[in-house]
């Protein structure tokens, strides 16, 4: 049996008609850049997600950059944000000018550990990055307390997290803004890049805009220099048909989730993941810490069972930061499990008999009965 990691065109075949027609509208109607469809999406999605503001930009990293910039972030402030994650979310901070600075995940959840935010804060401190990893939302209300204490914006980096709670609150709606990437392979993807900002803070919602619409609201009217980030309208028109079944398509990979974490329980080389209390985790990835794991992960792909690591080496040791001086003590969790995590297969569409045959593989890899 052949196990992908992703399988975006079961997807795609279970959507076909509706997909297909969407993107024969776009050309019928050359609405390629803004245009109705761009448009209905970000109604659509901030109506959905309860967002006073939304708007479709570029991608996920530009997301971020640009909710940065809009908030007054550059040369010579910091910002707090967590060790493990996509670089995006750091790179970002640095190409305002400011500085990152990184804290250690917690044990359980893989998420920045609030305990040891406030010991990073100076008087540069300017904002925190919270990501919720996986799709695990981060422990945001905590964050977000911290925050208005120490007087920071908080912008959330929900590009694994589309609708995930915490307390029953969608994960992005806790702090000043909220990024969102729809890179294909992420829960809500599209046919290509894509990305989009929530807010509920009109001035900022037009800072965004402005600065990522070459600076101006008015055509021709530049009041700064900006940049070009926008969502087309081919990938808004997939995503507003797809934006239909993402709630869906997270409560299967919750429950796929729920079985692996059933079938796995009994192996002793195998830490399952952790749903925090009160957290409505939609699993973007499956992650799990075993023993000999470079050896489990060449046995799989022998298997025809796809794997990945996310991330093999946490940000502050990657030679990108090295001017940072940071070791691996500096992120005592964080960088143990660097060797350990792994991440299996998770999609909707996987199957209960597929499920069934990654783990009879790693139970036969761990001479398992
Ligand atoms: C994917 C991702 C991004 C960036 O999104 P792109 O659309 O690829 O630019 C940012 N942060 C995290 C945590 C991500 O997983």
Not at 11 to 35: M, P
Not at 84 to 113: K, R
Request: a negative charge.
């Amino acid at each position: 049996m052949k196990v992908p990691f992703v399988d975006l065109y079961a997807q795609y075949l279970n959507l076909k008609e509706q997909i297909d027609s969407a993107i024969a509208s776009v050309i019928r109607d050359t609405a390629f850049i803004g245009g109705k469809y761009v448009e209905e999406f970000e109604k659509n999605y901030a109506q959905r997600y309860g967002f006073k503001y939304f708007l479709g930009v570029g991608n996920g990293t530009d997301a971020i950059f640009i909710a940065l910039r809009a908030l007054g972030i550059g040369q010579g402030d910091e910002v707090i944000t967590v060790c493990n994650t996509w670089i995006s979310t750091a790179e970002t901070i640095s190409l305002t000018g400011a500085t990152p600075v990184f804290v250690d995940i917690e044990p359980d959840y893989y998420n920045i550990n609030a305990e040891l935010i406030e010991e990073k804060i100076t008087d540069k401190t300017k904002a925190i990055i919270p990501v919720h990893l996986y799709g695990q939302p981060a422990n945001i209300e905590k964050i977000v307390e911290i925050a208005r204490r120490h007087n920071l914006y908080v912008i959330e980096d929900c590009a694994q997290a589309h609708f995930a709670k915490f307390n029953d609150k969608l994960v992005g709606t806790f702090g000043d803004v909220a990024t969102f990437s729809f890179y294909p392979g992420k829960n809500l993807g599209a046919y290509g890049d894509g990305g989009g900002i929530g807010t509920n803070d009109e001035e900022l919602f037009l800072k965004m805009k402005m600065f990522a619409r070459h600076g101006a609201l008015k055509k021709h009217h530049h009041i700064i220099e900006g940049i070009n980030s926008r969502l087309d309208g081919l990938q808004a028109a997939i995503l507003n048909v797809k934006l239909n079944y993402i709630e869906q398509w997270n409560q299967q990979r919750y429950k796929h989730a729920m079985l692996y974490n059933e079938l796995l329980s009994d192996i002793d080389e195998v830490v399952t993941p952790k749903v925090r209390p009160n957290a409505f985790h939609i699993f973007h990835v499956y992650e799990i810490r075993v023993q000999r794991r470079d050896e489990l992960m060449e046995f799989l792909k022998k298997n025809d069972i796809a794997v990945a690591i996310h991330y093999p080496k946490i940000l502050p040791l990657q030679p990108a930061y090295s001017r940072l001086n940071h070791v691996p003590e500096d992120f005592p969790v964080g960088s143990s499990y660097q060797s350990k995590i792994l991440s299996l297969p998770m999609y909707p569409e996987l199957s209960e008999e597929q499920i069934n045959y990654v783990v009879s593989k790693i139970k036969q890899f761990y001479n398992h009965k």
